[in-house]
């Protein structure tokens, strides 16, 4: 089955770097578009930042553009999302999610995304 398994979270100061990867399985990697998403507790989840797994097209939001990079290795079925300049709003938990039927990205719609992995917790303190 398709699964998506996140990594790399933890915590630090502001400023400070993670990266974060989500290594996919139980389906073709190269298909449509993967992205990345955080929800902080009691507010909605957002989009952060989608690829096209073919092409490695890129789109962020303005909150982290500049500061976040997100990549892909195809070859490990691999999504990176590099994160400089951490400040405590970026505290969430972090998602990856893809988009595997058509060819249409959602890009930063959740309700696009079928498959999701179960997250991993970011907190930045000031």
């Known amino acids: 089955e398709v699964q998506l398994v996140e990594s790399g979270g933890g915590s630090v100061q502001t400023g400070g770097s993670l990266r974060l990867s989500c290594e996919a399985s139980g389906y073709t990697y190269s298909s449509n578009c993967m992205g990345w998403f955080r929800q902080a507790p009691g507010k909605e989840r957002e989009g952060v930042a989608t690829i096209y797994t073919t092409g490695g097209r890129t789109y962020y939001a303005d909150s982290v553009k500049g500061r976040f990079t997100i990549s892909q290795d195809n070859a490990k079925n691999t999504v990176y999302l590099q994160m400089n300049s951490l400040k405590p709003e970026d505290t969430a938990m972090y998602y990856c999610?893809?988009?595997?039927?058509?060819?249409?990205?959602?890009?930063?719609?959740?309700?696009?995304?079928?498959?999701w992995g179960q997250g991993t917790q970011v907190t930045v303190s000031s």
């Open positions: 999610a893809a988009h595997i039927e058509g060819n249409g990205c959602p890009y930063m719609v959740v309700a696009g995304y079928r498959y």
